[in-house]
């Protein structure tokens, strides 16, 4: 089994950076690629942003390219989002998630998931 914990969220204005981070934990964790979901009020959940955990490779939602940056740190079984220049609708719950087979953009194939973090931007 596999636990996630997300930290990092809170209360920023618009234009400010949040650093958000996922460590993971259990007997055996070895993903394939672990991601950034996130859920805005009366939204559905949706994909923002995934890297492979060997690689390095990283795929972004157009929503936020160029602002936010994924990040792993294999040692630590930590993955990282940071985010800059942030916008009220970025508010949302961020939910990092872990996928043992796949490096996707599909949020539904994720395996393990944390149980989030809130974030809220002011304008």
């Known amino acids: 089994q596999v636990q996630l914990v997300e930290t990092g969220g809170g209360l920023v204005q618009a234009g400010g950076s949040l650093r958000l981070s996922c460590a993971a934990s259990?007997?055996?964790?070895?993903?394939?690629?672990m991601g950034w979901i996130r859920q805005a009020p009366g939204k559905e959940r949706e994909f923002v942003a995934v890297?492979?955990?060997?690689?390095?490779?990283?795929n972004y939602a157009d929503s936020v390219k160029g602002r936010f940056t994924i990040s792993r740190d294999n040692a630590k079984n930590t993955v990282y989002l940071q985010m800059n220049s942030l916008q009220p609708e970025d508010t949302a719950v961020y939910y990092c998630?872990?996928?043992?087979?796949?490096?996707?953009?599909?949020?539904?194939?994720?395996?393990?998931w944390g149980q989030g973090t809130q974030v809220t931007v002011s304008s």
């Open positions: 259990g007997r055996t964790f070895n993903p394939y690629g």
């Open positions: 890297i492979s955990w060997i690689r390095g490779k990283t």
């Open positions: 998630a872990a996928d043992t087979s796949h490096y996707s953009l599909n949020i539904w194939q994720y395996d393990y």
